[in-house]
């Protein structure tokens, strides 16, 4: 089958994202060996590559029908317009990983809550307690650092010397809706009481007036009024749980704004 005559202006593959077309990495792997190595036959490049050589077969087919790739002379050869896509693809990966790189905080220090007396140079773990960053003495834990300078209990600890990742479980979002109808109900304090105690340490919320007016009836704690979805995702994100009391004609509104890609996990719970 003839080969069509090169395309100008052949795409480039604009970074990391491109990579993810299903054969481009091999495509680029493959052009970079008969650019440096011209080889006369298949199999060794797909050795090399840990591909079969129909695999490798068919990269070559795809880049000769782009013009990018010919046998010629009995070797394997990159076009001069091969040539140029692999310069200039090779150049704007490089550009990406590097902007990728550079937008990457590696964190060498932080400031955590000291769970006990805490001497200059003691080694601590870190843990989320409640939300709340925390250090403990000892070197157990998945992240680790050294205490820079003295800290009593309940103070703010300097900690140099990081090393590990601190594992991070996102927190739920227990959504217990109310029918409009129970809104007289007298025992619903009560019940509601019962619900809160039984959730523990956790973020508490209501979406509109009817549910903060019955949540602050019913316990002695603070709640959240306002973008009650933004403060519960954010709190997922430091692992800790929220409970929201809505009512059951506000319930799709609600469940709208929890709505993206890093939406918390949620459950619906109706009051028993």
């Keep these: 089958m003839p080969i069509p005559p090169a395309r100008r202006n052949a795409p480039l593959p604009p970074g990391l994202g491109e990579l993810r077309r299903r054969g481009t990495v091999t495509e680029l792997l493959f052009l970079y060996e008969c650019t440096t190595t011209e080889p006369t036959q298949l199999r060794p490049i797909a050795e090399k590559l840990g591909l079969t050589v129909q695999a490798i077969s068919h990269s070559y087919r795809q880049l000769a029908r782009r013009g990018l790739a010919e046998v010629r002379d009995g070797r394997y050869r990159a076009t001069v317009n091969g040539v140029a896509w692999l310069h200039a693809a090779l150049g704007v990966l490089r550009e990406d990983v590097q902007g990728r790189l550079e937008r990457l905080d590696v964190v060498r220090s932080c400031r955590a809550l000291a769970l006990a007396d805490l001497a200059p140079g003691t080694t601590v773990s870190l843990d989320l307690v409640d939300g709340l960053l925390s250090a403990r003495a000892g070197s157990g834990g998945a992240s680790r650092g050294v205490v820079r300078a003295t800290a009593k209990?309940?103070?703010?600890?300097?900690?140099?010397?990081?090393?590990?990742?601190?594992?991070?479980?996102?927190?739920?979002v227990r959504v217990v809706p109310l029918p409009l109808?129970?809104?007289?109900?007298?025992?619903?304090?009560?019940?509601?009481?019962?619900m809160v105690r039984g959730a523990g340490p956790s973020?508490?919320?209501?979406?509109g007036l009817e549910a903060y007016h019955l949540l602050s009836r019913a316990v002695d704690r603070p709640i959240v009024r306002?973008?009650?979805?933004g403060a519960c995702r954010e709190a997922s994100?430091?692992?800790?749980?929220?409970?929201?009391?809505?009512?059951?004609?506000?319930l799709p509104r609600l469940l709208h704004?929890?709505?993206?890609?890093?939406?918390?996990?949620?459950?619906?719970?109706?009051?028993?």
């Design 153 to 172: 209990r309940g103070e703010i600890v300097d900690i140099d010397r990081l090393e590990g990742i601190l594992p991070i479980a996102r927190g739920h």
């Design 181 to 194: 109808a129970r809104l007289r109900d007298r025992s619903l304090p009560s019940r509601i009481r019962a």
């Design 203 to 207: 973020l508490l919320a209501a979406q």
């Design 226 to 229: 306002f973008a009650v979805a």
């Design 237 to 250: 994100q430091v692992g800790v749980n929220a409970t929201v009391l809505v009512l059951d004609e506000d």
């Design 257 to 272: 704004q929890f709505s993206g890609n890093d939406a918390p996990p949620l459950e619906i719970t109706p009051l028993r």
